[in-house]
């Protein structure tokens, strides 16, 4: 039997009808930007395989580090232990994640650290709205004395479009869309507002300030929502709106699963608005794409409401490889690589060339003639009209064909077109983007704008 058919026989795999399914390519190897399948077929990964990739597949510094790690200790539970990645890994991020942080928590992908995100902040209002707490012996109760806080706030404020992750506390303050459909019963409400623009900045003020003391935080992914289709918003109306946020005294999360790490164009997105998240979620680009692990980052402010005398005023979360020491190695490792000047470069390198082939893209399609490529074919598909953007190493565009959304079958054809010419993309529906590792060479990415480009005629 084929890996095909063995596959087809057992496997259930994430985000995909199985009915009618194609199979899945079989990939053997990956190196650089690369990834191999059975043939020996090669396929530029412009997507960084679902955006966690950095410096390239297989990378050798990053396995050396794990093969040397692996060998010294593998695992170990983290209530009650420690040990050094996990310590140097949060000794090395809290001073360059922007904020005033004091704190990591680790879990072990990017939902989860979301919902630790959630679960800390609504808890963070909890511990600090009661006094002492004892609990009924005969029912699981909690009895508490009066505190002094003003009050507890219960409320979660997000933003449309929005995509936090699968479990869930994240579905609950993702979009209701597709992916929540069939739970929306079962979902936390939750306020969500557009995220904001020069021509709706007034309104959504108004909205925080009259519902700001009731919102426990205000959950957010800074500049670019990735899997709710990789809109973009300006820094200058996020500061705005940020400011009046976090003058209601509401907790803002800024969710970097996906900006993190560099890919808009700064170390973190939050670096673009002067005010700064009070947690941070990271994962992904986190280990360079090689290992599973979640981080959610706080300030001394939220961790001093679970510093107490009180133990029903811990915070009751965990999961088995918490803090993995083989994915704070790799994390360890790809931070070495990302911090060195050459990633920068490359990393301009790629926000530069994003910009200038976005120029030239809408050159052409602010000439849409039928002659306007002479050496080329009738066009394949049409630019959305002024849906062209980008920021950093990301750039995405929407076509103009059926419905706008995730359930366009488009990107089945185009992930078809583009495979067919050594590149992996996945468009979301009819958005298309890339968002490819750092590494990527000057050939790769030229032949990467040249398939999109011929997409579009
Ligand atoms: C912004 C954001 N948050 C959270 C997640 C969930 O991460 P994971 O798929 O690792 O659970 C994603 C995944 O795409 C994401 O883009």
């Known amino acids: 039997m084929t890996l095909q058919e ?3 026989a057992v496997i259930w795999h994430p985000f995909t009808q199985q009915k009618n399914r194609q199979p899945p390519v079989p990939i053997v190897k990956g190196k ?4 191999f399948d059975e043939q020996g077929n090669e396929y530029i990964d412009a997507i960084s395989s679902w955006w966690v990739t950095l410096h390239g597949h297989a990378h050798p510094y990053i396995a050396e580090k794990l093969y040397q790690q692996a060998l010294t200790l593998e695992q170990v539970i983290f209530a009650g232990f420690t040990h050094e990645p996990a310590v140097s890994l949060a000794e090395r991020l809290l001073p360059i994640i922007p904020g005033n942080f004091a704190r990591i928590f680790y879990s072990d992908n990017g939902s989860t650290s979301t919902e630790v995100a959630l679960k800390m902040s609504l808890q963070y209002w ?11 012996s005969e029912q699981i109760t909690v009895n508490s004395q ?12 997000a933003f449309n479009d929005a995509y936090h992750g699968d479990t869930f506390g994240a579905m609950s303050v993702s979009d209701r869309s597709v992916f929540t459909l069939a739970f929306h019963d079962k979902l936390f409400e939750v306020i969500f ?7 709706n900045i007034s309104q959504l003020k108004q909205i925080v300030i009259s519902q700001g003391q009731e919102i426990a ?12 289709g990789i809109k973009m918003y300006e820094a200058k109306w996020m500061d705005e709106l940020l400011k009046a946020v976090k003058q ?13 790490f560099g890919r808009t164009g700064k170390l973190f997105a939050s670096e673009y608005m002067t005010e700064k998240p009070d947690i941070i979620c990271l994962s992904k680009g986190l280990t360079g794409g090689t290992m599973a692990l979640g981080i959610t980052a706080c300030t001394d402010k939220i961790y001093q409401a679970y510093v107490n005398d009180d133990k029903l005023k811990t915070f009751f979360h965990g999961h088995s490889f918490t803090a993995n020491p083989l994915a704070c190695t790799a994390a360890l490792a790809s931070l070495d690589l990302l911090l060195k000047p050459e990633c920068q470069q490359q990393i301009d390198w790629i926000s530069t060339q994003n910009k200038v082939f976005a120029n030239h893209l809408t050159t052409l399609n602010s000439n849409s003639t039928p002659d306007r490529l002479p050496t080329k074919s009738r066009p394949t598909y049409d630019l959305r009209h002024e849906s062209l953007r980008t920021l950093g190493t990301i750039l995405a565009f929407e076509i103009a064909e059926g419905q706008d959304g995730y359930l366009n079958n488009i990107s ?10 050594g590149i992996y993309i996945r468009p979301l529906g009819n958005t298309v983007y890339i968002m490819p590792p750092y590494c990527i060479t000057l050939e790769e990415l030229g032949k990467v704008y040249g398939m999109l480009e011929e997409l579009l005629g």
């Not at 909890?126 to 009924?136: A, H, K, P």
Request: hydrophobic share 35%.
């Open 412 to 421: 089945t054809t185009i992930t078809q077109k583009a495979m067919e010419q």
């Open 146 to 157: 009066q505190s002094t806080f003003n009050g507890e706030r219960t409320k979660i404020l």
């Open 6 to 8: 063995r596959d087809h």
């Open 217 to 228: 935080a205000f959950i957010y992914e800074p500049l670019v929502q990735g899997a709710g």
């Open 126 to 136: 909890w511990n600090n709205s009661r006094g002492q707490l004892t609990v009924d």
């Open 32 to 35: 650089g930007t690369l990834l």
């Open 248 to 260: 209601q005294g509401i907790i803002c999360i800024a969710d970097e699963v996906m900006t993190g």
């Open 193 to 199: 507002i557009d995220t904001p623009n020069a021509d």
